[in-house]
């Protein structure tokens, strides 16, 4: 049977698969690869010497770590976006200005990353670090993106995704998720309400292009309790809502 799946190479495969792994640890040895990916040892052992001699990964004693190389290409990654080059100094000044949590976000291949933060004096908490990737269902900025997206685009990532819940009180359903997208275009600005964390809220919106397409999001996290005062969520959403615009204005006269 025929499928959709595109070709690959199996050696690439390995690396990355080795790569992700000692994403997740602070170094580890040739046998706990192993064990961890399901690769022999001795395959292993020759793609950490040929990630080694270029330079990814860095050999300490008996054990292996990622090198700051990827550091050094994810910074001139986000320094090519103009979201980021234009939106940063806003969303330094609106944690200035809130006292709280801020972040700038861009949508990659179906899910959300956080590509620059800033912390307010009065920040309560501290979420996921920047560069992680994150579902665009649950979080502000992610719905604040599906908001600019049709119906089919917003079905497509889905269908790769899924919606997989992290509290009860989780967007899990395709009917309850394109109401609240709804809602959003309505209210020009997205808000999560315990979704990723108990006690945690989030006041998002979006930043768009000249023709409506989405090219990232700011969203500020709040504890919970504040946002049921709507007066604070009023005038959240207006301070979000006038930082996406000068960043809307930057990058259309850069």
């Not at 580890?28 to 040892?41: A, I, K, M, Y």
């Not at 860095?58 to 001139?76: A, P, T």
């Not at 989030?202 to 709507?230: F, H, W």
């Amino acid at each position: 049977m025929a499928t959709n799946k595109p070709r690959t190479l199996e050696a690439v495969e390995r690396s990355l698969e080795l790569i992700e792994a000692l994403v997740e640890e602070d170094s580890l040895g040739v046998t706990e690869l192993s064990e961890r990916t399901g690769l022999p040892t001795s395959t292993v052992y020759v793609h950490l010497q040929t990630l080694r001699e270029n330079d990814y990964v860095v050999k300490e004693g008996s054990k292996y770590r990622l090198s700051l190389q990827f550091l050094h290409y994810g910074g001139k990654i986000r320094e090519r976006l103009p979201v980021y080059r234009h939106g940063r100094k806003v969303v330094h000044d609106l944690a200035k200005e809130t006292g709280e949590l801020v972040n700038l976000a861009i949508e990659e291949n179906g899910r959300g990353v956080v590509i620059f933060m800033a912390r307010g004096d009065n920040a309560a908490v501290d979420l996921a670090p920047v560069g992680k990737h994150s579902y665009l269902h649950r979080p502000a900025f992610g719905r604040a993106i599906l908001s600019c997206f049709s119906d089919e685009e917003v079905n497509d990532i889905v269908d790769k995704w899924g919606l997989r819940a992290v509290t009860e009180n989780t967007i899990h359903t395709r009917e309850a998720l394109f109401e609240e997208l709804e809602a959003t275009r309505e209210r020009g600005y997205a808000i999560e309400r315990d979704e990723g964390d108990v006690g945690i809220s989030c006041v998002g919106a979006p930043i768009q292009d000249i023709e409506g397409n989405p090219v990232g999001a700011i969203s500020v996290t709040v504890p919970s309790n504040k946002l049921r005062d709507d007066r604070v969520e009023e005038e959240l959403s207006h301070k979000i809502l006038n930082g996406t615009n000068i960043i809307e204005l930057k990058i259309e006269h850069a």
